[in-house]
């Protein structure tokens, strides 16, 4: 089974800087995908940033020279810096992961973290 483990949410001002990160562990082969997803009340689940095995990313425009999206492979572990937040990144955010098991290595399996909670205040 895999897990993935997030940390490094909480509560902030505006204009303030978090980290975010989130360990996969147990019976991985491989990761391909790894990235963050972010809900906030009454709004859908969407992208903030991806990052592919290779490095490349996306974001969503809302995030873009905020936000910063790193992996260290050795770790199977995904990282969102955050900075210049605003109220509007109010949200649970959702780290996200294609892997590949020991036990079954013909495709990847898609796995979603727990979820921690940012909130920034005005």
């Known amino acids: 089974q895999v897990q993935l483990v997030e940390s490094g949410g909480g509560l902030v001002q505006a204009g303030g800087s978090l980290r975010l990160s989130c360990a996969a562990s147990?019976?991985?082969?491989?990761?391909?995908?790894m990235g963050w997803y972010r809900q906030a009340p009454g709004k859908q689940r969407e992208l903030v940033a991806g990052i592919t095995n290779g490095g490349g990313t996306n974001y969503v425009d809302s995030v873009k020279g905020r936000f910063t999206i790193s992996r260290d492979n050795a770790k199977n572990t995904v990282y969102l810096q955050m900075n210049s937040l605003k109220p509007e990144d109010t949200a649970v955010y959702y780290c996200h992961a294609g892997v590949k098991h020991t036990s079954y290595s013909g495709t990847y399996y898609y796995y979603w973290g727990q979820g921690t909670q940012v909130t920034v205040s005005s």
């Open positions: 147990g019976s991985i082969f491989s990761i391909n995908l």
